[in-house]
């Protein structure tokens, strides 16, 4: 059985981009994963690239996000603007 990672690395761009489709502000967006608009704001920029378990699963469905869209390939480093 497979164990739940105790981090995901995540992908800000692709995050900011699925907000920015659903129409949603970061603070929307936010509040909504029950997270703090700095938090979200640091996770699209990639000062933050890895999210705990609870937190990005909230992410997720705030997002209507599948298991893998906002996950940063393994290769791809985090991108820093």
Same mark, same amino acid.
């Given at each position: 059985m497979a164990q739940t990672p105790t981090t995901f690395q995540v992908d800000g761009t692709a995050i900011c981009k699925k907000r920015m489709h659903a129409g949603m502000e970061v603070q929307q967006l936010a509040e &909504? *994963? #029950?997270i703090t608009a700095s938090y979200l704001r640091k996770? !699209? /920029? #990639? %000062? +933050?690239? /890895?999210? +705990?378990? #609870? &937190?990005?699963? *909230? =992410? /997720? &469905?705030?997002?209507n996000a599948n298991e893998? !869209? =906002?996950? +940063? &390939?393994?290769? %791809?480093?985090?991108e820093r603007k």
């Open positions: &909504a *994963a #029950g996770i !699209e /920029r #990639g %000062d +933050r690239p /890895r999210m +705990r378990p #609870g &937190a990005y699963q *909230a =992410l /997720r &469905a705030a997002l893998t !869209e =906002l996950l +940063r &390939a393994p290769h %791809d480093p985090p």
